[in-house]
């Protein structure tokens, strides 16, 4: 008999590695005045970066910026435009527990408020404001992360993720190519380009990472 701290998974999920590499793409213009090399460094660290994790409703067929091949489990929620603590609590434990031990929320923006206000049976809210410079605030005792492309609460939609993101794979293929166009924009003083690169993101282990999807209306 293991030790009681000692978990096991039986008959665990085996990964898939397979990716696809799909091109994503931006345009920037530029004036000429703008045309010097440390403005054009700066550029293309920031302006270029493409959307590599769009949170999509990994529970259905649809598809947004990256095709995910494997999908993260689902938990559903009890309420079709609100988060109560129930949902909170059937998300965490949904996750097989060695995947809790490097878990973490994940979640857009203007959830956060509503997040903010659960409470637990004793009246303590659940959400833990950072106290040390730099580290994420906490929900449930798990960090917790914002994204613009998660979708906000909706009936259906999928509105928070926990789990160890680990089990998300970036795949990038080559560098980013970068073609200057000089004629396109020229009757307006500028000078265009043209980024563009080949990447994938894919749910290798999707008992991983646990989905909140909102009540159908």
């Known amino acids: 008999m293991p030790p009681s701290n000692i978990h096991i998974l039986s008959a665990p999920s085996r990964p898939s590695r397979r990716t696809r590499y799909f091109p994503l793409n931006t345009a920037v213009r530029l004036s000429r005045k703008e045309l010097r090399p440390s403005f054009i460094s700066s550029l293309f660290i920031t302006s270029a970066i493409l959307r590599y994790m769009t949170f999509v409703a990994a529970c259905s067929p649809s598809l947004s910026a990256l095709r995910l091949e494997a999908s993260a489990s689902c938990t559903p929620s009890g309420a079709a435009a609100a988060i ?22 994940l979640t ?3 959830t956060v408020a509503a997040l903010r206000k659960l409470k637990d049976t004793n009246g303590q809210y659940l959400w833990q404001p950072s106290l040390v410079a730099g580290q994420p605030d906490r929900l449930f005792g798990y960090p917790i992360h914002t994204s613009p492309y998660v979708p906000t609460v909706a009936a259906g939609a999928l509105t928070l993720g926990f789990g160890d993101y680990a089990n998300y794979w970036i795949a990038d293929r080559q560098g980013r190519a970068v073609q200057r166009l000089n004629e396109l924009y020229a009757g307006n003083g500028q000078v265009g380009f043209l980024i563009t690169q080949r990447v994938d993101g894919k749910v290798i282990r999707a008992e991983g990472i646990q989905l909140l999807q909102q009540k159908a209306a």
Request: hydrophobic share 40%.
């Open 84 to 105: 109560a603590f129930d949902d909170i609590v059937s998300l965490v434990y949904a996750l097989k527990s060695p995947y809790r031990r490097n878990a973490s929320f």
């Open 108 to 110: 857009h923006e203007t």
